[in-house]
């Protein structure tokens, strides 16, 4: 099989599991039940804490790597200034998007950076999908409920999860042809992408996953932060 073709399955198929989070989140659209609502916030808490992990063990330590420290700070500080004014102008237009950003600021350059990644070792890029996959899962619930939320109808919003499931297999065959051989560029993606989520799991994730009176939800950003250290492991 071509690697363009193994690189647009499988980058589809991580993708997909965002669209899989926000089908659990339908099924589980329980309201009023105090259990269902710390379970809803503690999986809010995991997806942050896997965003936190991708962030700190993956896209920051990678990003690094390819670039020099003075490049690298002020593309991190790019990518925070460019996402708060993003998330500001979604705030006065009443239309929350904040999950669903922090979801495509992690996918997209993660896809990226698989098709750059797995010509040259297939075995660590298909570890990097099945990492991606895991991450999708929760913020793909959390996205789900965040734009129901704001009144979007349910079949609107799983379709949006679907299109933005077809980034992946773009994104990975965008790193596969263009960016392999410019491993600055991949570098410079990265650090861009971990500023964002950096400044949306601080002002946006992290305060919807608390509750009053209640601490066991919060361990979910413990527990993301351990996948991301095993899959940082099994990575390296």
């Not at 198929?13 to 669209?19: E, N």
């Not at 734009?147 to 299109?163: H, K, S």
Request: charged share 10%; proline share 6%; hydrophobic share 55%.
């Amino acid at each position: 099989m071509p690697q363009s073709l193994v690189i647009a399955i499988v980058c589809w198929a991580a993708g997909l599991a965002s669209l899989g989070g926000a089908v659990v989140a339908r099924w589980f659209g329980i309201r009023g039940s105090e259990v269902a609502e710390e379970v809803t916030h503690g999986i809010v808490a995991f997806g942050g804490g896997i965003l936190f992990a991708a962030v700190a063990l993956a896209l920051v330590p990678e990003g690094m790597s390819l670039l020099p420290l003075w490049l690298a700070v002020p593309i991190f500080f790019a990518g925070a200034l460019l996402f708060m004014v993003a998330d500001e102008r979604l705030s006065l237009t009443g239309r929350p998007r904040s999950q669903l950003m922090a979801m495509l600021l992690d996918f997209v350059p993660e896809a990226v950076s698989f098709g750059a990644v797995f010509p040259h070792n297939p075995r660590l890029g298909i570890l990097l999908a099945a990492f991606i996959g895991a991450q999708n899962l929760p913020e793909g619930f959390a996205a789900y409920r965040e734009m129901i939320g704001a009144g979007a109808p349910p079949g609107q919003v799983l379709r949006r999860m679907l299109y933005v499931s077809l980034l992946g297999p773009a994104a990975g065959l965008c790193g596969y042809y263009l960016l392999r051989s410019s491993p600055a560029l991949v570098g410079a993606l990265m650090l861009l992408a971990s500023g964002g989520i950096l400044y949306l799991v601080f002002q946006d994730v992290a305060p919807q996953a608390r509750m009053r009176r209640h601490w066991a939800p919060t361990l979910g950003a413990a527990l993301g932060f351990i996948v991301g250290m095993v899959g940082e492991r099994i990575l390296n």
